[in-house]
């Protein structure tokens, strides 16, 4: 008998523990953020931190997710994020966010470690947001413009970057994760996405501008998408996009789509004098000759491959140069990459990088394949 | 009094559990921030190292089989000096079980769930616990054989799905750091978890005689230590030093960064669970040798009585250890130091006494020991 009233009482008691989770949220208590993007008040150091969240109160049906902006302002992200609880009646819930824009300003003057400290620490939010910076005047005026593909802006942008590297070539996706790495990584810079506001059928709309150049963290310039292109040449990110040459004069004709490539990097440190060799090799197909026509034979494309190779070599000395004078910021990770081989010289190196990567010596070597003309001889 | 019925697991079962008991914890966190990428060859070096000890330990069952390590004290040692060792010994018991257990609350509580308190989670995992321990040491052997394969092949499912993002450059520079620092580092996992599975020996007295003890324990730590190179390679080859050694528990990072071909993301809910499943195993075995301490140090004949109480301790042990998550890894540069006395001293003195003594007994009479 007490077996039987003692063993009814622990099943009782055990109605209390599974009732639900401690930690129990529904979907109905949450507001999914999407993006952020990440402001400051110029006089006032304050953070104006504005949410795109995924509406949920009209249905989603026929038109997909609507979204809405919510805003709130901190001494620190944190607060700021907290704020927003005094305007809205569910607390934002960043499992979702794919997102963070930073507007141009904080990215120049502040560290991006200290911003996006709050992203990184909390356990809610995901290692793999990425991390735009925005060349508009606020970083809001990206996340408030309109998507084309999708009403949620944040979902735009996640695709536009995610495939980015495969059709266009001019941007550098990176994560939260990566970007903390790069960060606290031996001898590289960080360089991520800018976008900015283009008009597109009357409307204001975000597009990718080419590669925000950072140096200690610090945003010191941005690099033009053709640059960015070769910028992802040098750090083997390429794998796909334009690449035009001119056959014969200055305007280019020839459009090449690039099917695969591969970049080798290495070095050479004799005298007191340090030599990076860039070596690409990359197959493409010739997508656009812009002549007359005139049926291509063998001759005529390996001087196409030659001209091509030279462009290519050119253009990547180029970026190197501009990164080496006006920013000075390693960010194709010369020195990662000594480090990675020789640990022993980089050390020596280390102190003085910002002045071996300005003086360093480069050796370009591109060979580029035609693969195909397409369907046309 | 009636004489328990000795209790006996099968080899394979007992080698599931010392497994489990290898890795349970030590899969939470495993990039150390002093030599970074080179944390790999520190678990290698580290299993090197705890070669000799694992002998010892096997040595130990060799040569009193089918007694657990409380029983040799008091056959050794008497009954004041025995009892003094048995009480050290219980202690470190507790004390890991405790340390164990704030291990993975503090691993819920930062990872999955914020709000809720400590305190529950522990009694939750305590009260299974509890119920393992008390249905005894056969369940705990079946239990190890179940899931000692789940966990291990979900582990290693979570690289298969990684592969795409896994960086082979992370893991360079090869040996940047001096061997100094690799040894020092060696020597946590020596401590941690590798002669941690001195515990075992306080029940080892349920393993199978016929076995062989040096086979299970090799055999065993090879294959622990084999499932920890495979969670710390992929965590430097997937989250880099950076990110790995900022991080509390990079196997959890690691996993949610892990996204296979867009629908099968966010698994790192279940790889919490995985990890807790072998760490239950840990904390059971420690809660079993502290309770049979005890038992033998108060001279109870039934140690189960003893679970209970001793979970209880456990669970406040647990609260007061740390006012925090930096100090509980903090402690683990000290644990090592700590460690010594009930991980080599304690074990070694029990060996050389007992090689003396069943010398000696076998000397006078052959047909005693067989």
């Not at chain 1, 590669?211 to 010191?220: E, G, H, M, Q, Y």
């Not at chain 1, 190197?320 to 050390?347: A, P």
């Not at chain 2, 003195?349 to 090689?355: D, F, K, M, P, Q």
Request: hydrophobic content about 50%.
């Amino acid at each position: 008998m007490t077996k039987k009233i003692a063993s009814s009482l622990l099943i009782l008691l055990l109605l209390i523990p599974l009732s639900g989770c401690w930690d129990y949220r529904g979907l109905d208590e949450l507001t999914i953020v999407t993006g952020v993007a990440i402001d400051k008040k110029p006089e006032e150091d304050i953070y104006q931190l504005t949410y795109e969240i995924v509406d949920l109160i009209e249905p989603i049906k026929e038109k997909g997710p609507n979204r809405k902006l919510i805003e709130s302002e901190g001494k620190t992200i944190f607060e700021a994020v907290r704020n927003a609880k005094r305007r809205v009646s569910n607390k934002l819930y960043f499992g979702h966010s794919e997102l963070i824009i930073i507007c141009e300003e904080i990215a120049r003057n502040e560290d991006l470690n200290v911003v996006l400290d709050f992203f990184i620490r909390d356990s809610e939010c995901r290692e793999t947001i990425n991390v735009v910076v925005s060349q508009e005047k606020t970083a809001r005026d990206i996340i408030a413009s309109e998507g084309i593909g999708h009403t949620v802006i944040s979902n735009e942008i996640l695709e536009i970057l995610e495939d980015d590297k495969k059709i266009t070539s001019s941007i550098l996706s990176v994560e939260l994760y990566r970007l903390f790495n790069i960060m606290g990584a031996e001898g590289k810079e960080l360089a991520l996405p800018a976008f900015h506001i283009v008009q597109n059928d009357g409307k204001p709309t975000a597009e990718t501008n080419g590669t925000a150049v950072f140096k200690d963290n610090k945003l010191v310039g941005f690099l033009s998408p053709e640059e960015s292109k070769y910028f992802l040449f040098i750090v083997n990110e390429i794998e796909g996009g334009i690449f035009t040459v001119a056959s014969s004069g200055q305007r280019p004709d020839i459009s090449f789509e690039i099917y695969n490539n591969d970049t080798n990097l290495s070095f050479e440190y004799k005298d007191e004098k340090l030599k990076i060799k860039i070596k690409t090799t990359t197959v493409v197909f010739l997508g656009e000759f812009m002549r007359q026509f005139a049926p291509l034979d063998e001759k005529e494309l390996n001087a196409l491959e030659e001209t091509a190779e030279k462009e290519l070599e050119d253009k990547i000395r180029n970026v190197v140069k501009k990164l080496q004078t006006e920013f000075g910021s390693d960010i194709f990770g010369f020195g990662n990459m000594i480090y990675k081989k020789d640990f022993r010289l980089w050390r020596q190196l280390k102190d003085n990088w910002d002045e071996h990567f300005k003086s360093l010596d480069l050796e370009v070597e591109a060979d580029i394949r035609i693969m195909n003309t397409a369907t046309i001889k | 009094m009636l004489k328990m019925p000795k209790e006996a697991i099968s080899p394979s079962q007992a080698f599931c559990l010392l497994v489990l008991f290898l890795f349970g914890s030590s899969a939470l966190f495993n990039i150390n921030d002093e030599v970074g990428q080179d944390s790999w060859i520190s678990l290698l070096l580290g299993l090197v190292f705890a070669l000799p000890i694992i002998l010892l330990y096997s040595r130990l069952i060799k040569l009193f089989p089918g007694k657990d390590l409380f029983e040799i004290m008091k056959i050794l040692f008497g009954k004041i000096a025995g009892r003094a060792l048995i009480a050290l010994m219980s202690w470190y018991a507790l004390h890991l079980s405790a340390l164990v257990l704030r291990n993975f609350s503090e691993f819920i509580k930062i990872t999955v769930m914020f709000e809720t308190p400590q305190l529950a989670i522990m009694i939750v995992m305590l009260l299974a616990i509890v119920y393992m321990a008390k249905s005894g040491i056969e369940t705990m052997g079946r239990w190890s054989l179940i899931i000692m394969p789940i966990v291990s092949s979900v582990i290693l499912l979570t690289v298969v799905l990684s592969i795409n993002k896994l960086d082979i450059n992370n893991i360079r520079p090869f040996m940047e750091h001096s061997f100094g620092a690799i040894a020092s580092n060696a020597f946590r996992f020596f401590s941690f978890p590798f002669a941690e599975t001195v515990i075992l020996l306080c029940i080892a007295g349920s393993f199978k005689r016929k076995e062989s003890p040096y086979k299970l324990y090799m055999y065993s730590s090879f294959c622990g230590a084999a499932v920890l190179l495979i969670v710390i390679l992929r965590n430097i080859l997937l989250l880099n030093t950076s990110m790995g050694m900022a991080d509390f528990f990079p196997s959890f990072t690691a996993v949610s960064v892990v996204e296979a071909g867009g629908f099968l993301a966010r698994v790192e809910g279940s790889i919490a669970t995985n990890l807790i499943l072998a760490g239950i195993v840990k904390i059971t075995a420690c809660l079993v040798a502290a309770a049979k301490g005890t038992a033998s140090l108060f001279g109870i004949q039934n140690y189960k009585s003893m679970i209970f109480p001793i979970a209880v301790l456990s669970i406040a042990l647990s609260l007061m250890i740390f006012r925090n998550t930096i100090q509980m890894v903090d402690f683990l540069d000290i644990y090592p130091f700590y460690a010594i006395p009930f991980q080599i001293i304690i074990p070694l003195l029990i060996w050389l006494v007992g090689e003396i003594k069943v010398h000696r007994m076998r000397a006078k009479d052959s047909k005693e020991i067989p």
